[in-house]
């Protein structure tokens, strides 16, 4: 049997029975994950003012349906940013003098006109608040862990082990496109490796890139070994082709199965493709669902995969167009941070995207415009691991595990606080100057802002401390705001044009009201520190970053950290109008949702 043959046979062993492939979907766990589902819901369709929740006294609230027929009670706690922290356990549902069971469908129905809904996003969403109840369900057949063994236990066993998606999105985990054993396979809570799948490309549709120092030949070799890359080039010999016109490409096997298979086809018959097999490297996908981190060595790349599934707003694809600048906007960037002196200070750093793979579908390509999904169904690229840079007695944790709680509601926050012995405020300040300060600093000395979100960041822990922040997902999400910045061409992409009045909701929005919200509300739910505490301890950080560049004077009063409020952009409107594509890629600062503003928690803490 041909390596080809062998990975088509064994690509769908171990897909569970039919019944065994729903046996999380019992009525306690779907009522326990309708109850969760429909918390968040009322947090955070309140906090963007979808909602208008209506006091009756004693922290208590009630929602009313669109026609005034049901009625949600719930109990919840207010924090700064008009956040809503609902006890899940408080909800009921009642019409009329009946008492209703809790239902994450129909309370989306009952509010769709609330929710903006149309009649064509409608039935989308609601698959995807039933993918998500899905999701949640499966979580909870999951060994119970505490937080506090979840705090001390490996990368991996972290980035597994989370129990919600994005703080803020409410359907957050729709992945539209995976079936139920595909989802047994793929999902990253399901925690199984995975074999990717490789293929041979013509060259003169192909297009690889390397950072410095990266060369095709030695990179693929270092990666696959010896053994599979000679294996590959017997399996294209056997059928008359050369492995010297061809580049190889890893493929996520739900992509190669649903996807390239057929709409690929012409390429395959015409062996400008060539499905090879398996690599023998296990891989673990992380929360970003089509990245894959590897387990058989976890000193490799990590690999990141075009996957065609729609997902939180966007189609998951990767732009073979985008994929040829990657290595090089990661190369401009890690030299700009080892020659700043500031980042150096806060042992800051990234993991570049050292190497980069995309195919160009000729006839797609002039079917379409350059955001089309059909540009985006084949492409790779290898990101460094942070694993080799660790020192002894240090380990490693996705920074949304931050925001974990457990069965008992206790959080993996407060657990590193507890094991590092550190007072709140002293262990939330080692933090901030870890992860807040880079931020900062990037943004008033270079006008650049990241996509800074708890799974883009790596946190590394010693005796349960922050020491240092790694940011990841490099070349398509950080941005140069500055319309004029002196770059080099290979870089001018991430170059663009945002309104003045915007441009610090890339801290406001993104790091405040995205990330510190919840972070805050967990620890003074816990009763470990005040939110008033984590607010004076965030402005602390920003005014000691200020005293210590009094150059960027100017630039500290234009863009005002300590403004007395800030504009609300909303997440869950964009997604609401639009599931597929919300954001317009060629205007991101254009398609945002305002409504209102929000008092600026650091505004009391103004230097005088």
């Not at 996003?121 to 949640?136: C, D, M, R």
């Not at 023998?280 to 970003?288: F, N, P, T, V």
């Not at 995207?353 to 089309?372: C, F, I, K, M, P």
């Not at 560049?549 to 009063?557: D, N, S």
């Amino acid at each position: 049997m041909t390596i080809t043959e062998t990975t088509l046979t064994s690509t769908h062993q171990g897909v569970p029975a039919p019944e065994d492939a729903v046996a999380h979907l019992t009525p306690e766990r779907w009522a326990r994950a309708n109850r969760l589902l429909v918390r968040k819901a009322l947090a955070e369709f309140s906090h963007e003012r979808l909602l208008t929740p209506e006091p009756l006294g004693d922290g208590r609230y009630r929602v009313t349906s669109d026609d005034g027929t049901v009625e949600y009670r719930f109990a919840a706690d207010r924090y700064a940013l008009d956040h809503w922290q609902v006890r899940a356990e408080s909800i009921t549902r009642h019409r009329g003098g009946e008492e209703l069971e809790v239902d994450a469908l129909q309370f989306t129905t009952e509010l769709r006109g609330s929710l903006g809904l149309s009649e064509q996003i409608l039935p989308v969403y609601l698959e995807e608040i039933s993918s998500t109840l899905s999701g949640t369900a499966y979580k909870s057949t999951k060994p119970r862990i505490s937080a506090a063994e979840l705090a001390k236990a490996d990368f991996q066993s972290i980035e597994t082990g989370m129990t919600e998606g994005h703080p803020c999105f409410v359907a957050n985990n729709g992945r539209l496109g995976f079936g139920i054993g595909e989802y047994h396979a793929y999902a990253p809570e399901a925690a199984r490796p995975l074999r990717l799948l490789w293929l041979a490309a013509r060259r003169d549709r192909t297009a690889f890139t390397g950072g410095e120092g990266v060369d095709y030949e030695t990179f693929i070799r270092a990666e696959l070994g010896d053994a599979t890359v000679d294996g590959f080039a017997a399996t294209l010999a056997a059928q008359g082709l050369d492995l010297a016109d061809y580049l190889l490409i890893p493929v996520h096997p739900w992509q190669w199965w649903n996807k390239l298979a057929v709409t690929f086809a012409a390429e395959v018959a015409r062996r400008r493709l060539v499905p090879l097999g398996e690599g023998r490297d296990r891989y673990l996908a992380q929360q970003s669902i089509r990245t894959f981190f590897n387990a058989t060595d976890p000193a490799k790349h990590y690999v990141k995969t075009a996957l065609s599934v729609i997902n939180m707003g966007f189609m998951r694809g990767l732009s073979a167009a985008y994929m040829a600048a990657t290595p090089l906007i990661n190369d401009w960037l890690a030299d700009l941070i080892e020659r700043d002196d500031v980042l150096t200070a806060a042992r800051f750093s990234i993991i570049r995207e050292r190497a980069a793979v995309g195919y160009r579908h000729l006839e797609y390509e002039a079917a379409t415009d350059r955001y089309s999904p059909y540009r985006k169904m084949l492409a790779a690229l290898w990101r460094e691991s942070p694993v080799p840079t660790l020192a002894e007695g240090q380990r490693l944790a996705t920074m949304a595990s931050l925001l974990h709680t457990d069965e008992d509601g206790a959080s993996l926050a407060a657990a590193l606080v507890i094991e590092s012995g550190l007072s709140p405020t002293a262990w939330l300040r080692r933090y901030l100057d870890a992860y807040l300060l880079p931020i900062l600093h990037t943004f008033y000395a270079y006008d650049l802002v990241w996509m800074p979100h708890g799974e883009n960041v790596i946190l590394v822990v010693e005796d349960g401390a922050v020491v240092r922040a790694v940011f990841k997902d490099i070349a398509e999400e950080i941005a140069v705001m500055d319309p004029d910045a002196d770059l080099p061409p290979e870089v001018r992409r991430i170059r663009v044009e945002v309104p003045e009045d915007t441009r610090l909701l890339s801290i406001f929005t993104d790091v405040f009201d995205c990330f510190f919200r919840f972070l805050s509300a967990t620890l003074a739910d816990e009763g470990l520190l005040s939110e008033e505490d984590f607010w004076r301890t965030v402005a602390e950080t920003v005014r000691d970053y200020q005293a210590s560049r009094p150059e960027l004077a100017e630039k500290f009063g234009r863009y005002d950290l300590f403004a007395p409020e800030f504009r609300l952009s909303c997440l869950n409107r964009l997604q609401l109008r639009n599931n597929e594509q919300m954001v317009d890629l060629a205007d991101p600062a254009g398609a945002l949702q305002f409504v209102g503003t929000l008092k600026n928690p650091l505004a009391p803490h103004r230097p005088k």
